[in-house]
């Protein structure tokens, strides 16, 4: 019977007893309803009635008796009509009861009844028929005793029907408790059988599925769930539900069995193909970085022979092709060194040539006796199996791995084996790629250095040759220059002393000329001077040479001849060297240089150089030196020895007797003051030469600075000399930032004062001294720190001039400034043409292109920025639009400021970049940059 | 033995023997110079001298005097300008000269400095990012003359259009003219800018390293140098540079191919600035 067939049939049989059940106490209840009604609704009422009736037959008694006995006419009357209404009711009463009486006895007692009351109903008419009547009381009396005795009757068949009635009631009753308590007692029983039965039937429906269900729940906690290889099955006893369920267990925990299998081999087989891989990933990590086949091979062996289980192995690889091909050991492992296999091979050759030539993996396990030995510390084994494998590349053979093991090969070994393989030909195909292209690398990188080594060599190369050919072209100067200066030499030698007589002449001519022509900034007699330098320095070595008795061939008057030319060559040059130096400062072109000097050293300098004159004169010399004079000076040491030593070779050229002293102080700066005034001077130093001799006139004090002024003309052809003296010192103590003062009165003396300041950063600041001591400007041009030195010997200084002139590259060059700014343009102009270029100027970028195309000669362009109409940019732009002054140097003059500008420039063309305020030794360099071919 | 040496033999062995000469006499050693190179170079000499055979030099090598100086001049390229490959230095100033800022002080060695171009172009480079004060410039070649010539700071006037075109193009962002001044045939760089070079003679090949340094430059040097005395020059730039140091070569040459390219990164593969690592 199925589980739901049971469940019905379990809760039907429940209902059914229910119903049961309950109809029953239904009908029970039914039946005592009416017992009920019967009772209340039929006998009470009977009983009621008889006892109404009764009643009433009682009152009309007791009326008569009254009226028959007491009462007077009215009452009487009253008691009469009473009763007449009794009997009416009565026998209303009787007829209603006879309607409704249904037993038989009932009936009877009734019938009796009504029988006695018609009776006693007629006695009571004649008894009121003889109370009206008004008779005697003694038909009365019998009468009323025949009345009484009648109602007695009545009564007593009243009663014995109340009774009846009240006994059929009582039996009612006691019937219908008899009734409900059978009926409880019924109900007890049936709830009771019902509960039994249900119970019985839910204990079946419960027993009956809870044992299948717990023989399913015991075989499912049985599995084990770590092991499911194993599951236990649930017996089918049933063929219902629980029976479904038990056989779709068993059809799974099969399935989960077969999975599991399933699961378990595939697991193992994971586990060896990732043995495999770890393997072979291993040594494919291994293959990275590899640039070395051998290293490859090395490592490759090293790794694989662990991993197989192999106690030795060797690594060949394939060498050379055709005829030549071959196959090179190139690792081995745990070989005995060189004696571990063979070297080498060729296809074909013993068992792994056979293996390389059928590019077949072969696996020994049968080893012969001889085979190599496996050699351990304590002795030698032999191998139990070999594996011979190819490594195979576009189906051909470029290596073999030859491996030996005490144990056989596992099928897993080789199966790795042979996966390893595969990918190995390609690495070593890949790695002999890379050492290829490695070694073509590093060939086209030694080519490309070769080049750029054979590049720098020619350049150099090409250097020297043009550093030969100006070399060769400067020694063929120079050689021609000595020749000249040989030939020179020659004729002077020859010459002699004539020829030194009309230079003398010429000489002399010269200085009366120069004294003549012009006084101050004469160029030309700088170059004359210069001029007349080089033959007398000749003049000088060569009477000197002819001078010396211990090379001479000449008779010693002619050499006194010598002599006296030689130290009139002397004077001259002296001469030469101060009209130059004159001459140079006024023209601006003397060279001083600032440097340290020690005042502790001068006393002793000035007595070195003139105590022997003092001596020869006789004259007292006297140096005083003051304790507050710094020991360190910074002027130039030349200029100012010669002003001293000009100072007092005048005092000891016009002192005859007395004496000549110099005093050296710490000067006061208000006394220099009022004389001169120099920016950035400190330190000033007084210095007083004071003479006993003949003294200046007050008229002539002012006269003896100028170039060419002695005392007198008397004066100088008395004690000669130029006249150039003062007029040097003066000049000189200006271009120091000093001043030289006279004080003197004739015959009494003179006394000159040297003021003159320590300037350690030089005479920088050219405009300030400008301001100070405006004839000084002219000593400060440009060019005062050009490294070319005039004050070396006259020889050196005429060449460099030379040089200067030669190479000088501004000279014909050409310049055009394009500048809105008048004052600019004028600036310029004045500082580039006193440098020998030719200057044009533009106003705007119209105005430079304009002068561009008229076909001007123009070397280099200095360009403003900021113009209106055209600006710099848009006119450099332009000019380089057009290819014929592509190479055109443009000097960008910009606002230093601007940084941005200097991009600009560069971006539109220009050449280089100076910015403004423009420096002029900066915009000389820049020019001479760009104008150097 | 063979009876008869080819031309080709006779020749490198002669070579050999004239450097195995040069180095005992002038303690200069040429031996592992790339032979190309000092062969195109003796060839040079003979031509000029009008000598017959390289035996012949060996002979004035031994016997007279000032031939060997004369010898090594020729050997010693001195090829160099300033802002060479004005790439390169505008590399520099972009990229190397942030990182140097943090340095307290940073040692340059320009190895084969020749006239010290490259040196000023440097100590130019440094005064402009405001470096030059805590720098120190040591520029090393083995030719004494050339670094004589260096120390001066002259500069032949007729290169300087092509200095300024590549002071530009280097990025300079000041006035090239600002660091000279000029006469009528040279051009005379600012002392300001020579006082932190200190130039030495060092032979890359005989001598070792002497000091650590945060920049080495040595820029078409070792293109004269067979592979093995290149390795050896690496290892002395790679023993003298500290961590995180520069290693600057000229634009044909590679460490790609040296067995050094593992100890560099490249920081500019263009440029051929390398840093160690």
């Known amino acids: ?933 | 033995m063979k009876d008869t040496l080819t031309i080709e033999e006779r020749e490198d062995l002669e070579i050999e023997l004239l450097l195995e000469a040069i180095y005992s006499v002038s303690g200069f050693d040429f031996r592992k110079y790339m032979r190309s190179s000092i062969k195109r170079r003796v060839e040079n000499r003979m031509r000029l001298d009008h000598v017959r055979r390289i035996s012949g030099m060996i002979e004035m090598v031994l016997y007279e005097k000032g031939y060997v100086e004369k010898l090594l001049r020729d050997f010693s390229i001195n090829v160099t300008e300033m802002f060479r490959d004005p790439d390169f230095f505008k590399a520099f100033r972009l990229n190397i000269v942030p990182l140097l800022k943090k340095l307290p002080e940073i040692r340059i060695w320009h190895a084969g400095c020749s006239t010290g171009e490259e040196a000023f172009s440097m100590a130019i480079i440094l005064k402009e990012e405001g470096l030059y004060d805590k720098a120190r410039i040591y520029a090393t070649d083995m030719n004494d003359e050339v670094l004589r010539h260096a120390e001066k700071g002259i500069l032949p006037l007729n290169r300087m259009q092509s200095y300024t075109k590549n002071y530009l193009q280097a990025g300079g962002n000041q006035e090239f003219s600002e660091y000279y001044t000029t006469d009528y045939q040279n051009a005379y760089l600012d002392s300001g800018l020579l006082k932190n070079i200190v130039f030495f003679q060092h032979n890359l090949v005989t001598d070792g390293s002497f000091n650590e340094f945060h920049i080495i430059m040595c820029r078409n040097v070792m293109i004269y140098f067979t592979g093995e005395l290149q390795t050896y020059v690496n290892q002395l730039f790679y023993d003298s540079l500290c961590k995180d140091g520069f290693l600057a070569v000229g634009s044909k040459e590679t460490l790609h191919t040296s067995s050094f390219s593992e100890d560099y990164e490249d920081f500019d593969s263009k440029e051929r600035i390398y840093r160690k690592l």
């Open chain 1, 1 to 933: 019977m199925g589980f739901k067939k049971k469940q019905m049939l379990g809760f039907g049989l429940i209902l059914l007893f229910l119903a049961i059940l309950l109809s029953f106490m239904m009908f029970t209840l039914n039946n005592l309803k009416s017992s009920m009604t019967e009772i209340v609704e039929n006998r009470y009422d009977k009983v009621q009635a008889s006892m109404e009736i009764r009643q009433l037959f009682s009152r009309s008694d007791r009326e008569i008796l009254f009226a028959a006995n007491d009462a007077n006419k009215e009452e009487r009357a009253e008691s009469l009509e009473i009763i007449n209404e009794n009997h009416s009711l009565i026998e209303s009463k009787i007829a209603g009861l006879s309607g409704s009486l249904n037993k038989s006895k009932a009936k009877q007692l009734l019938k009796e009844f009504e029988t006695q009351y018609a009776s006693y109903s007629i006695t009571e008419a004649e008894i009121i028929q003889k109370i009206k009547s008004g008779n005697s009381s003694d038909n009365l009396s019998s009468l009323m005793d025949d009345q009484r005795e009648k109602r007695t009757k009545v009564i007593s068949t009243m009663d014995e029907f109340k009774d009846y009635q009240e006994g059929v009631m009582k039996d009612t009753l006691s019937n219908s408790r008899q009734t409900y308590e059978d009926m409880i007692g019924f109900v007890i029983f049936a709830v009771i059988l019902s509960i039994l039965v249900i119970s019985v039937t839910v204990v079946w429906m419960i027993r009956s599925t809870s044992k299948d269900l717990q023989s399913i729940t015991k075989v499912i906690e049985d599995i084990d769930f770590k092991n499911l290889s194993v599951i236990p099955r649930i017996p089918v006893r049933t063929t219902d539900e629980i029976g479904d369920i038990a056989k779709s267990f068993n059809d799974m925990a099969e399935s989960l069995e077969i999975y599991n299998q399933k699961e378990k081999d595939f697991t193992e087989k994971i586990s060896e193909q990732n043995w495999i891989q770890t393997r072979v990933a291993d040594i494919a990590t291994m293959y990275q970085r590899i640039v070395d086949v051998e290293v490859l091979a090395d490592r490759f062996i090293t790794r694989l022979a662990p991993m197989m289980g192999a106690s030795i192995g060797a690594f060949y690889v394939k060498r050379g092709e055709g005829v030549d091909m071959r196959f090179v050991k190139l690792a081995s492992f745990a070989g005995d060194g060189e004696d571990s296999g063979r070297r080498e091979f060729r296809l074909g050759e013993g068992l792994i040539g056979q293996c390389a030539l059928e590019k077949k993996t072969k696996v020994i396990e049968d080893i012969p006796e001889d085979f190599q030995l496996v050699t351990t510390g304590l002795g030698e084994i032999n191998p139990k199996s070999i594996v011979i494998a190819p490594v195979v590349f576009e189906d051909e053979v470029v290596a073999m791995v030859e491996l030996a093991s005490l144990e056989a090969f596992t099928k897993l070994q080789k199966t790795f084996l042979n996966q390893v393989l595969d990918t190995l030909g390609i690495t070593i195909n890949n790695v002999e790629g890379r050492m290829e292209i490695e070694r073509l690398l590093k060939e086209s990188q030694a080519q490309t250095e070769e080049l750029q080594a054979q590049s720098e060599e020619l350049q150099s190369q090409s250097e020297e040759m043009q550093a030969q050919s100006e070399e060769l072209q400067t020694q063929a100067e120079e050689l021609r220059m000595i020749n000249e200066q040989l030939e020179e030499r020659n004729r002077e030698t020859e010459e002699k002393s004539k020829e030194l007589q009309v230079a003398k002449l010429n000489l002399e001519k010269q200085a009366e000329e120069l004294k003549l022509s012009s006084k101050y900034k004469s160029e030309f007699m700088a170059n004359m001077s210069h001029e007349l330098r080089t033959p007398l320095n000749s003049i000088l070595i060569l009477s000197e040479m002819l001078s010396d008795p211990n090379d001479s061939k000449l008779n010693e008057e002619q050499q006194e001849f010598a002599r006296v030319i030689n130290s009139s060559g002397q004077d001259l040059l002296t001469l030469i060297n101060d009209i130059l130096d004159l001459s140079k400062v006024e023209v601006g072109k003397l060279e001083v240089v600032f440097d340290e000097m020690n005042l502790s050293e001068l006393p002793e300098l000035l007595h070195r150089n003139f105590d022997h004159v003092a001596k020869k004169k006789n004259i007292d010399f006297i140096i005083e030196k003051s304790k507050n004079v710094p020991d360190i000076f910074f002027t130039d040491e030349q200029r100012f020895q010669q002003i001293l030593k000009n100072l007092l070779s005048n005092a000891f050229k016009f002192t005859e007797k007395g004496s000549v002293s110099v005093q050296i102080k710490k000067a006061d700066e208000e006394n220099v003051a009022q004389w001169i005034q120099t920016k950035g001077a400190s330190n000033w130093v007084e210095i007083k030469v004071t003479d006993t001799g003949i003294g200046i006139s007050k008229e002539k004090q002012k006269l003896i600075f100028e170039a060419f002024q002695q005392g007198d003309g008397a004066t100088m052809r008395k004690y000669g000399g130029t006249g150039l003296g003062l007029s040097i010192c003066r000049e000189f103590a200006k271009l120091l930032g000093g001043w030289v003062i006279v004080d003197s009165e004739e015959g009494q003396g003179s006394t000159f004062t040297f003021f003159i300041p320590s300037m350690p950063e030089g005479f920088k600041n050219v405009d300030e001294a400008i301001a100070a001591s405006p004839e000084v400007a002219a000593a400060n041009h440009d060019d005062s720190a050009a490294p070319f030195g005039e004050q070396g010997g006259p020889d050196a200084g005429m060449m460099d001039e030379e040089d200067r002139d030669k190479a000088k590259p501004f000279c014909n060059k050409t310049v055009l400034v394009v500048d809105d700014d008048h004052r600019n343009i004028f600036a310029l102009k004045n500082a580039l043409k006193h440098e020998g270029m030719e200057i044009l100027t533009a106003e705007n970028g119209f105005e430079c292109l304009e002068l561009l195309e008229k076909g001007n000669n123009i070397d280099v362009i200095l360009m403003d920025i900021m113009m209106p109409g055209m600006d710099g940019y848009e006119t450099m732009t332009r000019i380089r639009e057009q290819s014929k002054f592509e190479n055109l140097p443009i000097i960008a003059l910009t606002a230093k400021a601007m940084k941005g500008d200097r991009e600009k420039c560069l971006k539109a063309g220009a050449s280089d970049y100076v910015s403004k305020p423009l420096k002029l030794d900066q915009l000389l360099s820049v020019l001479r940059v760009w104008l150097t071919n």
